[in-house]
């Protein structure tokens, strides 16, 4: 399984981006994806994302601002982000957490990372 993340950039405060994520290779179950991001010296932090149930659970930073959706046919997870703020600046990461069949234990894949500047 390989994520590709894309859609990154220099945007100014207020604006907005949208991120994406293509998956490919097979997996037996999804048991969550999401985004995370990680700003200069801080901690990885969940911006988004789906439950095996496909529910959603947001950051309350980002909450009224982002909405993760998906595409599962086309295995595509995607980040709108709205009002961007200069505290969103960080490398975004894509996260599919996956089991390979029915008896295996779930594995995480990690995207690459698009990087999101808001600056004027």
């Known amino acids: 399984v390989q994520l590709q993340a894309s859609g990154g950039g220099l945007v100014q405060p207020g604006e907005s981006l949208r991120l994406s994520c293509i998956a490919s290779g097979t997996w037996f179950s999804i048991d969550g994806m999401g985004w995370y991001r990680q700003a200069p010296g801080n901690d990885r932090e969940l911006v988004a994302s789906?439950?095996?149930?496909?529910?959603?659970n947001y950051a309350d930073s980002v909450k009224g601002r982002f909405t993760i959706s998906r595409d599962s046919a086309k295995k595509i997870l995607y980040l709108d982000m709205n009002s961007l703020k200069p505290e969103d600046t960080a490398v975004y990461y894509c996260n599919l957490r996956h089991s390979d069949s029915l008896f295996s234990s779930p594995v995480e894949t990690w995207g690459q990372g698009t990087q999101v500047t808001v600056s004027s």
């Open positions: 789906f439950s095996s149930r496909g529910s959603t």
